[in-house]
C-alpha cells in the first residue's frame, strides 16, 4: 500500500548484552518517526523501520548512544555509559554469546 511506500528500513550494530538493555535499546530508538525497531542479542543488531522525511539514521544512532549504548556510528559518552547498571556494561568485557 502506497502508506508504507514512505517508510525505509535500515539494521545497524549496537552493542548491549541482557533483555534489560533490549528495552532501553528499543525505547530509546523509538524517536518520531520510527514506526517500529526490534534489537538481536546474540546479532547485536537492531532494526528499524522509519521516515526517512521525520528522522534520518544518525538521529537513532545519537538517541541510543545518548542511552549509553554505542552503535557502529555513534558511541556513547563516558557519562551516559557509566550510567548503565553493572549487568549492562558491555565495555568492561561482559559479552552474551
Known amino acids: 500500500n502506497a502508506q508504507d511506500s514512505k517508510y525505509r528500513t535500515g539494521e545497524f550494530h549496537v552493542n548491549g548484552v541482557c533483555d534489560e538493555c533490549k528495552e532501553r ?4 530508538a523509538y ?3 520510527v514506526k517500529h525497531c526490534e534489537w538481536n542479542k546474540e ?3 537492531l532494526s528499524v523501520i522509519y521516515n526517512p ?3 534520518d539514521l544518525i538521529q537513532i544512532h545519537e538517541s541510543i548512544a545518548a542511552a549509553g549504548h554505542d552503535t557502529d556510528s555513534v558511541k556513547a559518552t563516558e557519562d551516559a555509559y557509566r550510567k548503565l547498571p ?3 556494561k ?3 568485557g561482559i559479552h552474551v554469546h
Do not use: M, P, S
Open 25 to 28: 535499546i528499543e525505547n530509546a
Open 53 to 55: 522525511v521525520k528522522v
Open 90 to 92: 558491555y565495555r568492561d
Open 86 to 88: 553493572g549487568c549492562c
Open 31 to 33: 524517536i518520531k518517526g
Open 43 to 45: 546479532l547485536q543488531t
